[in-house]
């Protein structure tokens, strides 16, 4: 098993930045892919950014593309969400989630998801 837990959300005005970290723990040796994906209410969750643990390729959603950059620190088991630029249309809750296989965009691909964090962008 992999415990996911997210940090780093909050309030912040259009134009503004964010960083959101995920910690980690458990069976972090079999992590494959680590990702992020929003949701907002009565949407389904959309794909955000996602990265190879071991390799550190890279994907991204085309509306977060130029403005997001996502990065992992091994020794620290811990992911994160650089978010620049922020819009008020990337107000969402913001998961990450760990595959044991190469999933990037496909969200089924992940097993483990963390709880959650709030990320609002006033206009």
């Known amino acids: 098993q992999v415990q996911l837990v997210e940090s780093g959300g909050g309030l912040v005005q259009a134009g503004g930045s964010l960083r959101l970290s995920c910690a980690a723990s458990g069976r972090t040796f079999s992590i494959s892919t680590m990702a992020w994906f929003r949701q907002v209410p009565g949407q389904e969750r959309e794909f955000v950014a996602a990265?190879?643990?071991?390799?550190?390729?890279?994907y991204y959603a085309d509306s977060v593309k130029g403005r997001f950059t996502i990065s992992r620190d091994n020794a620290r088991k811990t992911a994160y969400l650089q978010m620049n630029g922020l819009k008020p249309e990337d107000t969402a809750v913001y998961y990450c989630?760990?595959?044991?296989?190469?999933?990037?965009?496909?969200?089924?691909?992940?097993?483990?998801w963390g709880q959650g964090t709030q990320v609002t962008v006033s206009s």
């Open positions: 990265s190879s643990w071991r390799y550190g390729h890279t």
């Open positions: 989630a760990a595959s044991t296989k190469v999933a990037y965009y496909a969200i089924a691909g992940y097993e483990y």
